[in-house]
């Protein structure tokens, strides 16, 4: 089989690098990125050629310049591009056809168009139309189901979380005196991180002093956190931290907390929901409990009802965290399940064999 060269133009999540990689592992795939010019990580990818184009990059617009140009130099047989309603998915699509290279759109969109503020305008209403034709990833049923909803062919529809690498777990036992609750993530409203707060320091008003918070993370909330650091006990900022940093952190803390909230616009439409939950597969990778807000597709990723709690509701949260304290059994039988629906749902190397076989039956790869 002739190889085929694959761009990748994915600004968003390139902190999820591992996401990414799927591409790499297809044989016959070369997998080209195209980079935001403010981008850091690039250089954790492992398998993929980098393009000396860069994308012009600011916040929530981007494009690409001299995109004709990276097309006839390149010579893509396949574009993966995010989010059904970006500007690059819509230039991806308009060339498409003169080009002839297949379009793949990953899609993270888990509101209803219908109870959407994104609904509100015509403008991402044509984006949608025209994209229809093109192959969709979608990393859930929620996904899916607000996909079909735009009236996309369901059989244009992969779903699958492409995941992350496994790893090798050493035993590496944790102290009996203290228990560690991590939360790592962008230090925003909707990431849940006030009412994680809240929720433990009604734990440390009730007395658990052997109980600790450990927050890592960088954004606009980062001065509260600081300051809340100095009026609760036990809570430890960390700020930003790199990927061996972050990976250890997992592996010694004692639960993973996500609390994750709904965004909505005028408290009646829909803005954003939690999506693609890379740091609950994270942490269910070293195989340690995980409670989750209901946010999105986080019951989905998480497998199970009783890790959940209602967003907001931190003394729920509350209740959560104390029962897996309380119950060092619960803990291992819950950590022991997260690290088999790891290896089910999410290892990447699985999941590249699933998505070659499901690209295949789609596109004409041979």
């Not at 019951?299 to 029962?323: A, C, H, S, T």
């Amino acid at each position: 089989m002739k190889e085929r060269n694959l761009l990748l133009v994915h600004p968003y999540f390139l902190n999820y690098y591992e996401f990414q990689e799927i591409f790499g592992l297809i044989d016959n795939y070369n997998p080209i990125v195209l980079l935001p010019n403010n981008e850091i990580n690039y250089k954790l990818y492992k398998k993929m050629v980098y393009a000396e184009y860069k994308i012009a990059y600011n916040k929530q617009f981007y494009f690409i310049p001299n995109f004709k140009k990276i097309i006839n130099e390149i010579k893509p047989q396949i574009i993966i591009t995010s989010e059904i309603f970006s500007l690059i998915s819509l230039i991806v699509h308009i060339y498409k056809h003169k080009y002839k290279y297949v379009h793949i759109i990953y899609s993270y969109e888990n509101t209803d168009i219908n109870k959407s503020i994104w609904g509100l305008f015509p403008l991402t209403r044509l984006f949608s139309i025209m994209n229809r034709n093109s192959i969709f990833i979608s990393y859930s049923d929620l996904c899916t189901e607000n996909l079909i909803k735009l009236n996309i062919d369901k059989n244009l529809i992969i779903k699958i979380n492409p995941g992350l690498f496994p790893v090798k777990l050493k035993n590496n036992p944790k102290s009996n005196k203290k228990f560690r609750i991590l939360f790592i993530g962008h230090l925003s409203g909707n990431k849940g991180i006030i009412t994680l707060i809240n929720s433990f320091e009604s734990i440390i008003n009730d007395g658990y002093n052997n109980i600790f918070l450990i927050i890592a993370g960088k954004g606009e909330l980062e001065d509260y956190i600081k300051d809340r650091s100095k009026q609760i006990r036990n809570i430890v900022y960390l700020g930003f931290v790199n990927e061996n940093v972050k990976f250890n952190l997992f592996k010694k803390c004692d639960l993973f907390v996500y609390p994750s909230e709904d965004i909505k616009f005028l408290k009646i439409f829909e803005r954003w929901k939690e999506q693609a939950g890379a740091s609950i597969i994270e942490a269910m990778r070293v195989g340690i409990p995980v409670i989750s807000s209901n946010s999105g597709s986080m019951p989905e990723i998480m497998g199970r009802d009783d890790v959940i709690f209602e967003q907001k509701n931190y003394l729920r949260l509350k209740e959560k965290i104390l029962w897996i304290y309380k119950n060092p059994n619960k803990r291992k039988e819950i950590g022991d399940f997260n690290l088999k629906r790891f290896d089910e749902k999410f290892n990447i190397l699985k999941n590249a064999k699933i998505l070659k076989e499901k690209l295949e039956k789609m596109i004409n790869i041979n």
